[in-house]
């Protein structure tokens, strides 16, 4: 999160229900917002279909399309978006605001090539209709536009034009889709996605400019707009490589009056774990999936989209029931830990003698487990509760056994995975990323490797015990590095100080 | 014989008066070969000699302490160490006063230590720092303390990394970092270590760091008492420790070295090349005042210009010529210039280097206001050329000008350190009495004529050397 954390905590410390429960609004919109406005637009149009009863084949092909523009645009933009939620954060905290509008442009270019290379070459090979491969084209480049700016919104103070872009998006997109039938009599999975792309393309806008308002002509320096950019961006990770930089924030502001550009290659060169661990996380998160399409149970949908309907609707829902961690993580994280974090940086990096650096440690540190350990209950309670409604409730959307079996498994899963990804977000608050990169490359093997060996029907439980191996050797690596903080802190600092300019 | 001939911060980069001292060493021993083992301040340093190097250098090997610049290091690396090489480092680290350097310069030689960089920062060395921070340094901002102990301690430990040169005398020109290297020299190889203590190198860091504004006022203790420990070091290792004049004698008996290790060897100069300088032409009234001074800190040039501001007003028809490299510190000669234009003081010449026999005949009087200074050659070589002098109260001045208990006479006047008044009066003093100048010129020539020759100090080397040299051939001729 490149940094909601003021004002979220200034809505907890006024105590009205009213702003609690905007708060978390706030962070919901930010943190899955982008990810549950598309899930929702495409559950409503498969709803429409489904009531005006439109053919399985056109149905299939909706939903194919969408799981793969979905995937694909989510694991591209992966490998660019940890590095620039830091490159993002450093700015912040380094006040080198004038770079960050040039990183959104540069990044998009970066993730827009492959985008438009493997759309392309999809549109040329693809032996579909042209209006829906020029549809699903569209709606794939704008995903990657979104998930790309999603970086930048969590640094946003304007969560009026968010929410509007979420809302007034959503609202076109499935309007458009309950209309269409109305108006023209047609279901076609192409006609539906240029529908959605209508909506979705409404979010692009908005979110667009409400970046561009933010970061553009206008920045923040003014008083007060510094002091909630100040209070708010400085990761933990940003801190700890501050001891680095004790005396050198002059020079940064020295190169940025001289360099107002922003190259995203000189930000890889900083920081390449950073993209290895983006992509790995991403990748693990959707192999089993990817293996289950591979796999015999796997199905041919229109000749061109390999599927497993019977597993990717549980991995669907299953997905849906990880929201009370991914909502609560950024509260808890930028309200509890945040600031007990950033009084240990502040000792370190202040007069703190010895004793009052490890008080401070302690003190982070027992927020930290509070904080863990509250996460992982609500997010059990809520997968408990997901899991026996499941049983119940989803006979009625078509789910067998099997499926809600799986469904149950990787409810299971994913509670272990968003943890698991919890955990690696607060080691790289600490500047962990040789931990990280390991962490993840172990959860990637582990779910390719389960994957490729269990049985089919046990691929979802591949995911489950590979989300728990890194959930499990995450947890170990956050207790190791937290003992350790001190040495990490301090020693992992060079010698010289060495930076690739920017 | 080979010696390997151990400078720090001096020979050949940086002229002066230890420089020239060691110059004239290796220039008069023909017969023995000598190997530089240079530490200078910066790599930019390197291969920039202000010295011709006499024939007999076989070898410079030249070490900078800036040179860890080249070295990140890596983080994560883990040593085993020892019980006692742990005390011996904890010590080291605290700049206590006794450091087991034998554990030291063992655990560092053995090829499981990598670089310094690496060392660290490694756990090891961050759990001890931990340590120390718990049990003597409770109350000081940790993180400064890091930095601090780190570019304390990293320096040295880059240069013990080093090759030694081989040779058959290692002689350290100073105590300090070169007292160390040579102490690990005679560890490593067995020959005998010699020092030659100018200036009592500890006494001068600790006012360096005293007056450092760089310095945190709560760390200042922790490098003095870093650099006391390098010297005992050094004095402890040595066979022999040489010095100027009595009194510098007595301070290293005080900082704990043996006094039977300390023996005495005056600095000399070669009095018949002050002999019929070119003088003063024919008519001029003025009074030149002359300084020989390298313009640094340590010299108190700006006492001096205050001082001659004084003077100035006094005796009008007087001038003041600063003598001698001004480009070693270009902050300080500017800080000079503007104290000039602010006290508006007129006919002040820095001459920049020059051969001093061209210009010292031409002053009338000489001045010294150095705020530490052992057995300045400058004022040997002022008296020998029949100068009367002004210095300030510090190494031998008092000795060479006014004698010890010797017959000749006071040579010029001895003035307390920074106190512009008291060498503003000397100086007047001096001007407004020409016999006085005449008288004690003389006593001043006689003096080094008879005490400080430079035959006299050469050939006390050449002993002392051979004294070495000696023992080499009988444990040769032993073992044949």
Redesign the interface.
């Known amino acids: 999160m490149a940094g909601i954390g003021f004002e979220l905590k200034k809505l907890f410390t006024r105590r009205e229900l009213a702003y609690r429960l905007r708060a978390y609004a706030i962070s919901s919109i930010v943190t899955v917002g982008p990810m549950l406005a598309c899930m929702m637009m495409i559950i409503g149009a498969q709803l429409v279909m489904k009531a005006w009863e439109g053919p399985l084949s056109e149905r299939e092909l909706l939903f194919g399309g969408a799981v793969y523009a979905f995937v694909c645009s989510y694991i591209i933009v992966s490998i660019y978006q940890m590095m620039t939620t830091r490159a993002v954060s450093d700015m912040l905290y380094e006040q080198r605001y004038e770079q960050i509008l040039p990183s959104v442009y540069a990044g998009l270019i970066w993730s827009l090539t492959p985008a438009l290379l493997i759309g392309g070459a999809f549109v040329i090979w693809a032996p579909l209709s042209f209006g829906y491969k020029l549809a699903l084209y569209l709606f794939f480049v704008q995903l990657v536009v979104i998930w790309h700016l999603g970086v930048y919104v969590t640094a946003l103070k304007h969560y009026g034009y968010v929410f509007g872009a979420f809302a007034v998006g959503g609202i076109v997109g499935t309007l458009n889709c309950v209309l269409w039938p109305f108006i023209t009599g047609s279901l076609s999975a192409a006609a539906m996605l240029w529908m959605l792309n209508i909506g979705i393309c409404c979010t692009l806008l908005g979110l667009a400019y409400a970046v561009e308002r933010q970061f553009g002509g206008r920045l923040p320096s003014t008083k007060g707009a510094t002091g909630t950019i100040d209070a708010t961006s400085a990761t933990g990770a940003t801190s700890a490589a501050g001891v680095t930089r004790k005396g050198d924030l002059s020079a940064d502001k020295r190169l940025s009056d001289e360099a107002r550009s922003y190259s995203l290659v000189q930000w890889m060169r900083r920081y390449p774990s950073l993209m290895g661990i983006g992509f790995m996380m991403a990748l693990g998160l959707y192999t089993h999936q990817i293996v289950q399409w591979i796999k015999n149970e796997g199905i041919w949908v229109e000749g061109v989209f390999r599927m497993s309907p019977a597993y990717d609707l549980p991995v669907y829902y299953a997905f849906l029931t990880t929201i009370p961690t991914l909502v609560l993580f950024v509260v808890a994280l930028e309200t509890s830990f945040y600031p007990k974090c950033r009084q240990y940086y502040e000792t370190v990096l202040g007069q703190g003698s010895m004793r009052e650096i490890e008080q401070a440690r302690r003190d982070m540190s027992q927020v930290l487990v509070y904080e863990v350990s509250l996460l992982m209950g609500i997010q059990l309670f809520f997968t408990i509760l997901s899991i026996a409604f499941a049983v119940r409730l989803l006979p009625f959307f078509g789910f067998t056994s099997t499926m809600i079996e799986a469904f149950n498994i990787l409810a299971l899963s994913f509670f272990a995975y968003t943890l698991f990804m919890v955990i690696v977000l607060v080691l790289l608050y600490f500047d962990d990323r040789k931990g990280v990169f390991a962490l993840s490359a172990i959860m990637l093997a582990c779910s390719a490797t389960f994957s490729i060996l269990f049985d089919n029907v046990d691929t979802s439980f591949a995911m489950f015990t590979a989300s728990f191996i890194a959930l499990t050797l995450s947890l170990g690596r956050l207790r190791y590095v937290i003992r350790h903080l001190h040495y990490y802190t301090f020693s992992a600092q060079p010698i010289v100080i060495k930076r690739t300019p920017l | 014989m080979r010696i390997a001939l151990i400078a720090e911060g001096s020979y050949p980069y940086v002229t002066g008066g230890v420089s020239s001292w060691v110059h004239s060493l290796i220039s008069s021993m023909p017969e023995h070969e000598f190997v530089i083992y240079a530490i200078g301040a910066s790599s930019e340093q390197q291969g920039k000699y202000k010295y011709d190097l006499p024939a007999n250098v076989v070898q410079v090997c030249e070490y900078f302490l800036d040179a860890?610049?080249q070295?990140?290091?890596k983080?994560g690396k883990r040593y085993r160490i020892s019980p006692q090489e742990r005390d011996a480092l904890l010590a080291f680290i605290s700049g206590a006063s006794h450091v087991d350097w034998q554990v030291l310069f063992n655990w560092m030689s053995d090829g499981g230590f990598g670089s310094a960089?690496n060392f660290?920062?490694?756990?090891d060395?961050?759990d001890l720092l931990?340590e120390l921070?718990?049990t003597k340094?409770?109350?000081?901002?940790?993180?400064?303390w890091?930095?601090t102990v780190?570019s304390m301690v990293?320096p040295l430990f880059v240069l013990l990394r080093e090759p030694i040169p081989q040779a058959d005398l290692y002689h350290c020109v100073t105590t300090g970092y070169a007292g160390v290297i040579g102490s690990m020299a005679k560890w490593r190889t067995g020959k005998p270590l010699i020092i030659t203590e100018h200036g009592i190198y500890s006494r001068e860091r600790e006012e360096e760091i005293i007056k450092a504004e760089w310095v945190p006022s709560y760390f200042k203790e922790q490098w003095i008492d870093y650099f006391y420990m390098l010297c005992n070091c050094a004095y402890e290792s040595a066979d022999q420790v040489i010095t100027l004049f009595g009194r510098n004698r007595e301070i290293q008996i005080e900082l704990g070295c043996s006094s039977s290790k300390i023996s005495i060897i005056p600095n000399g100069v070669e009095f018949h090349d002050y002999v019929g300088l070119p003088a003063k032409a024919v008519g001029d009234n003025r009074i030149h005042v002359g300084a020989i001074v390298r313009v640094v800190p340590i010299k108190d040039i700006k006492t001096m210009i205050q001082a001659f501001a004084i003077v100035k007003q006094e005796v009008p028809d007087s001038t003041f010529w600063i003598i001698g490299p001004y480009d070693e510190d270009p902050e300080y000669y500017a800080e000079c210039q503007a104290l000039l234009e602010a006290l508006a003081v007129e006919e002040v010449t820095f001459t920049g280097s020059m051969q001093i026999s061209n210009i010292i005949g031409k002053m009338d009087l000489l001045v010294l206001s150095s705020i530490s200074e052992g057995q300045p050659l400058a004022v040997l070589e002022g008296m020998a050329a029949g100068k009367p002098f002004v210095t300030t109260d510090v190494g031998s001045c008092k000795e060479l000008l006014y004698g010890m208990d010797d017959a000749y006479g006071p040579a010029g006047f001895v003035a307390p350190v920074m106190n512009v008044d008291s060498i503003a009066q000397a100086i007047i003093e001096l001007c407004n009495h020409p016999d006085e100048r005449v008288r004690m010129g003389v006593a001043g020539q006689e003096r080094v004529r008879n005490l400080y020759s430079k035959q006299q100090f050469i050939q006390s080397y050449v002993a002392l050397y051979e004294s070495y040299e000696e023992g080499r051939t009988w444990q040769a001729s032993a073992l044949n």
């Open positions: 860890h610049l070295d990140e290091g983080w960089a660290l920062r490694s756990r060395y961050f931990s921070s718990e340094f409770q109350y000081v901002p940790f993180t400064e890091f930095w780190r990293l």
